[in-house]
Protein backbone atom coordinates (compact mmCIF):
# COMPACT_ATOMS: atom_id res chain seq x y z
CA UNK A 1 0.00 0.00 0.00
CA UNK A 2 2.72 2.42 0.56
CA UNK A 3 4.46 1.97 -2.78
CA UNK A 4 1.10 4.36 -3.91
CA UNK A 5 1.93 7.35 -1.69
CA UNK A 6 5.13 7.72 -3.06
CA UNK A 7 3.99 8.76 -6.45
CA UNK A 8 1.79 11.44 -4.68
CA UNK A 9 2.44 15.07 -5.10
CA UNK A 10 2.37 15.57 -1.01
CA UNK A 11 5.14 12.50 -1.28
CA UNK A 12 8.38 14.72 0.11
CA UNK A 13 10.99 12.52 -1.81
CA UNK A 14 12.96 14.29 -5.01
CA UNK A 15 10.83 13.78 -8.03
CA UNK A 16 13.49 11.61 -9.61
CA UNK A 17 12.87 9.30 -6.95
CA UNK A 18 8.84 9.55 -7.83
CA UNK A 19 9.86 9.28 -11.50
CA UNK A 20 12.11 5.79 -10.62
CA UNK A 21 8.27 4.54 -9.69
CA UNK A 22 6.22 5.73 -12.55
CA UNK A 23 8.74 4.82 -15.20
CA UNK A 24 10.01 1.21 -13.88
CA UNK A 25 8.48 -1.90 -15.78
CA UNK A 26 7.00 -4.92 -13.79
CA UNK A 27 11.36 -6.37 -15.46
CA UNK A 28 12.59 -4.01 -13.32
CA UNK A 29 12.09 -5.21 -9.80
CA UNK A 30 13.82 -7.82 -8.26
CA UNK A 31 14.64 -9.57 -5.01
CA UNK A 32 17.70 -7.89 -3.12
CA UNK A 33 19.39 -8.92 0.45
CA UNK A 34 20.12 -6.25 1.90
CA UNK A 35 23.21 -5.31 3.96
CA UNK A 36 21.50 -6.26 6.92
CA UNK A 37 20.68 -10.01 5.65
CA UNK A 38 16.92 -9.15 5.11
CA UNK A 39 15.27 -9.90 1.15
CA UNK A 40 13.74 -6.61 -0.09
CA UNK A 41 11.90 -5.79 -3.48
CA UNK A 42 13.38 -3.01 -5.28
CA UNK A 43 13.44 -1.68 -8.76
CA UNK A 44 17.14 -2.68 -9.96
CA UNK A 45 19.44 -0.33 -11.11
CA UNK A 46 23.29 0.60 -11.60
CA UNK A 47 23.87 1.11 -8.44
CA UNK A 48 21.83 -2.61 -7.10
CA UNK A 49 24.19 -4.24 -9.93
CA UNK A 50 27.25 -2.57 -8.87
CA UNK A 51 27.14 -3.54 -5.47
CA UNK A 52 25.62 -7.71 -6.39
CA UNK A 53 29.54 -7.35 -8.31
CA UNK A 54 31.23 -6.56 -5.18
CA UNK A 55 32.50 -2.71 -6.51
CA UNK A 56 30.49 -1.18 -4.19
CA UNK A 57 32.00 -0.58 -0.50
CA UNK A 58 30.42 1.79 2.12
CA UNK A 59 32.50 5.21 2.56
CA UNK A 60 32.36 5.24 5.92
CA UNK A 61 29.32 4.07 8.74
CA UNK A 62 27.90 7.61 9.46
CA UNK A 63 24.88 6.12 11.82
CA UNK A 64 26.16 3.40 12.95
CA UNK A 65 22.49 2.27 13.25
CA UNK A 66 22.42 -1.22 12.44
CA UNK A 67 23.89 -3.55 14.92
CA UNK A 68 24.35 -6.29 12.09
CA UNK A 69 25.92 -3.92 9.57
CA UNK A 70 29.69 -4.10 9.56
CA UNK A 71 30.83 -1.69 7.35
CA UNK A 72 34.46 -4.10 6.50
CA UNK A 73 32.30 -6.48 4.92
CA UNK A 74 28.92 -4.55 4.22
CA UNK A 75 28.34 -4.22 0.27
CA UNK A 76 27.04 -0.78 1.07
CA UNK A 77 25.53 1.36 3.31
CA UNK A 78 22.15 0.87 3.37
CA UNK A 79 21.17 4.06 5.01
CA UNK A 80 23.32 6.00 2.79
CA UNK A 81 21.89 4.55 -0.50
CA UNK A 82 18.73 5.20 1.19
CA UNK A 83 18.74 8.65 1.67
CA UNK A 84 20.70 9.14 -1.44
CA UNK A 85 17.92 7.44 -3.29
CA UNK A 86 15.04 9.74 -1.63
CA UNK A 87 17.22 13.03 -2.05
CA UNK A 88 16.98 11.79 -6.08
CA UNK A 89 20.54 10.48 -6.69
CA UNK A 90 19.76 7.61 -7.63
CA UNK A 91 23.42 6.87 -9.13
CA UNK A 92 24.54 5.89 -5.78
CA UNK A 93 21.45 4.37 -3.71
CA UNK A 94 17.63 2.74 -5.10
CA UNK A 95 14.11 2.25 -4.30
CA UNK A 96 12.39 -0.05 -2.13
CA UNK A 97 9.18 -0.81 -3.72
CA UNK A 98 6.23 -3.21 -3.90
CA UNK A 99 5.66 -6.29 -6.15
CA UNK A 100 2.36 -4.01 -7.92
CA UNK A 101 4.77 -1.19 -8.20
CA UNK A 102 5.24 -1.30 -12.09
CA UNK A 103 1.48 0.03 -12.11
CA UNK A 104 2.03 2.98 -10.99
CA UNK A 105 1.74 5.23 -14.29
CA UNK A 106 1.54 9.04 -12.89
CA UNK A 107 2.46 11.03 -10.13
CA UNK A 108 -1.14 12.56 -8.32
CA UNK A 109 -2.45 14.18 -5.38
CA UNK A 110 -3.14 11.95 -2.31
CA UNK A 111 -6.81 13.07 -2.52
CA UNK A 112 -6.81 11.82 -6.36
CA UNK A 113 -4.93 8.33 -4.97
CA UNK A 114 -7.94 7.58 -2.34
CA UNK A 115 -10.68 8.35 -4.71
CA UNK A 116 -9.15 5.68 -7.07
CA UNK A 117 -8.67 3.57 -4.15
CA UNK A 118 -12.14 4.00 -2.96
CA UNK A 119 -13.03 2.99 -6.34
CA UNK A 120 -10.88 0.11 -6.48
CA UNK A 121 -12.02 -1.17 -3.36
CA UNK A 122 -15.99 -0.69 -4.69
CA UNK A 123 -15.13 -3.00 -7.51
CA UNK A 124 -13.82 -5.75 -5.13
CA UNK A 125 -17.32 -5.79 -3.54
S1 LIG B 1 23.85 0.97 7.30
FE1 LIG B 1 25.59 2.42 7.08
S2 LIG B 1 25.48 3.75 8.89
FE2 LIG B 1 24.23 1.93 9.31
S3 LIG B 1 25.62 0.52 10.36
FE3 LIG B 1 25.70 0.00 8.16
S4 LIG B 1 27.44 1.18 7.33
FE4 LIG B 1 26.90 2.06 9.33
Redesign the pocket.
Known amino acids: MATRFVATNECDADIAFKNAYVQCKKEDIGIITS?VGLPGRAIMNGFLNEAKNGERH?KS??????TT?K?EI?PY????ALINACKGKLENGFAFIGANGYKVNKIVSVKELFETLSMEYRQCE
Open positions: PPCPFHCICKSCISA
